[in-house]
């Protein structure tokens, strides 16, 4: 260096600090994640939204399960989302005990024993590959009632939440770093049943067109 020269640091863009393009996407997820539980549980506080329970108790279960055995297989940031659902998933199941609906019927206890049975195969093997297949059937089974739901009486559920999840979603699945079970199943599962609902929701708007 030239005596009296200042040489500032990063001068070279290669040395330069910058945030990876993968925890950039996994951010803007798991925000969008984040801003769909704000109408969807002030819509549930005012009664408006009417909450599966067993979904949304399924949501929770499962989601904590398949979290912890997608990380045990080795994933990392695809589960950013995940984990933002298993904590908003716990707000709603314990806001729908008082202000949601389901829970006694046939098709909600096919879907909780269902659930039920996924998560003990996996306690048995103790495989997290199998835990990640079997959790990610289970969180199917939980979505059908709130799917049903969605398009048969769109009114009580929250297309601004759910197309909100869609994103979300959809945004994971650019993370996936390998097309594996183990790492594309479970974020393609809750891409998927988010679809599923939130098309439910809108299909009001698209019929009236």
Known sequence: M?????????????QA???????LLAGVAGLIATAAYIPYLWKTWKRVTRPNRTTWWIYTVVGGVATASSYAAGARWT???PLV???GSLVV???AIRRGEGGSSWLD???????AISILVWQVSGDPLLAVIMNSFADIAGSVPTMLKAWR?????????????FAANGCTLFLVPEWTLAFALYP?????CATIIAAGCWSPSFRRR
């Open 188 to 192: 393609s599962v809750l891409f998927f």
């Open 153 to 165: 009486d769109p009114a009580r559920e929250n297309r601004w939440a759910w197309l909100m999840f």
């Open 109 to 115: 206890r096919g879907c909780l024993a269902t659930a």
């Open 93 to 95: 199941a314990l806001l």
């Open 79 to 81: 589960l950013v989302v």
């Open 85 to 87: 659902y298993v904590i």
């Open 17 to 23: 600090p910058c945030v990876a393009p993968e925890i």
């Open 2 to 14: 030239v005596r009296g020269q200042v040489r500032f640091p990063f001068t070279n863009p290669v």
